[in-house]
Every structure is written in C-alpha cells, then in structure tokens.
C-alpha cells in the first residue's frame, strides 16, 4: 500500500514539475486520438446512411403487357413466398401513369402525344437487408428475370455497388489509421517516459542504493504514463463533442435536415476513447521502462 501511495505521489509530482512536456504529449496523444474516433464517427455515419437507405431500397420488377390480371396475382403469390423477399407492392398500369403525371406536373401534357398507356405493371420487391449485396441483388435479379411473364428487372446497381465499396473502403481506411494511431501513442508515451527516467537517474541511483526494487522504481513511470493516457483519451472526447455540436447545431441554419443525418457516437466510446488512450500509453511506457537499464 505504501508502494503504491508513493507511486502516486511521485507520478502527480513529476506530472506537475514537467507539466510543459507532459502538456504536449497529452496533446499529442489527444489529437491521434481525435482523428481515430472523428474517422470512426464518419464510417458510422456512413454505415447508417446506407442501413436508412436499405429500408427503401428494392428491385423493380416490370411485366410482360400481355399478362393478365390473374396471371400477375400468381406472381404477387410467388413473391410473397420468397424467403428473400420482405415486402411486395404491385403497382398497376393506370397506377404508374398517375405517378408520372404526378412527377411531370406541369410538362404532364407531352403524355397526351402517346396512344394509350404505354407503361407496363410492375412489382417493388424489398430485400432483407442482409441480401444487400452487389453480387447477391445481382444474381437474383438475373434469377426473376428469368420468370415467365418478367420482362425486366431494375435496381440502383451502380449505386448500390458504390456505397458498398464505400463502406468497406471506409472500414479498411479505419482499421489501418487505428493500428497507426495505436503505434503513434505508444511511441509518442515510450519517448516521453524515456526523458523524465532521464531526467530522475540521480534519484533512481539513490534509490537502487538504498535497496529499491526495479518493481518500486518502474511503478510510477507506469502510472504517470497511464495518467497521460487517461488525459489524452479526455481532451480527444471533449473535442470531438465540441466538433459534433457545432456541426450539428450552427450545421442546422445552413442545413436542417442535417440532426437527422447525423449519428451521434455512443455514450460508450465516451467511456472507451479515455481507456484505449491509457492502455496504449501504458503499453509505451512499459516498453520504456523495460528497456532502459538500471
């Protein structure tokens, strides 16, 4: 117990006495730290783009003009008996004519050149959004093609296929730049707990000769480098709430959609950030300590 009430007290001391070089690192350590969690925020709310984007998103399977009514339930039937299917919507001949008399508004008039109704009856078929893959939506649009009675099938392949590849571009990009991040602060905390055993090897002599244990005399590297962590993980936070603020608040004037695109990070990465922060600068201080000889 005493152990540990010096370790304390002598951590808080040199925190203290060289508060401009611990100032620094911490900042260092708080800005990686930053950078990691604002990416990891963007890949979230990318992610949840593409989620909101999977609810609406489905295959649009247009009809042969020669089916008729009957024919056309017995696909309605078909669909809804697909396991890969969550929701069927017919929509009728007279139905898709109305919607693009609605969607022309005022230019609706040049539909009045066409003899009859040249648009075919149609079905919106959404997908489970574990399905919601190029390849796979893909396949099976190549598969109810092949239905009798099917004339064509369309879906948004280009930009499905796009904010996949964004997204795990995104993933990949957050996964390298956390490893890098992580080798940063350890490096950044190893280099920091070498200057102050540096700067204390007077001390650390004495102490030998007054039968110190390496255990003893490492102690408070390891825990002013945890406390450098910690703080780092804090400012890193604190940022990134007031960044997320301003551009959700002052964003709403310019766009007010913008509270209801963005997704706030979890109280927990709150919570993880100070932690990852102490354990990679715990890490580098370790390394620090258990090199240097004494």
Known sequence: MRT????LQTAFKSLWHEKWINFLTI?????????????????LNA????KRWAKSFGLVVYLDNTLNRK?????KDFFQQDPDVLEVKYISKDR??????????????ILEELEGNPLPSSFELRLRRELLKPEIVKRKAGEI??????????YGEKWLSSLNTLSKAMKIIAAFLGCAIFTAVIFISYNTIKIFFFARRHEIETLKLLGATRSFIRLPFLIEGLFIGIFGGIISCLALFGVQSLIVYKGADILPSIRAIIVSLPVQAYILVPLAGAFMSLIGSFIAVGKIKY
Not at 4 to 7: D, I
Not at 71 to 75: C, F, S, T
């Open 71 to 75: 024919a056309e339930d017995r696909l």
């Open 96 to 109: 898709a004519i109305r919607e693009l008399h609605e969607i022309l508004g005022t230019n609706a008039s």
């Open 145 to 154: 093609k092949q239905i009798n009675g099917v004339e064509d099938v369309q």
């Open 47 to 50: 992610d949840s783009v593409l």
């Open 27 to 43: 900042l260092s350590i708080g800005t990686s730290l930053l950078i990691l969690s604002a990416f990891v925020g963007v890949t």
């Open 4 to 7: 540990l009430v010096y370790s």
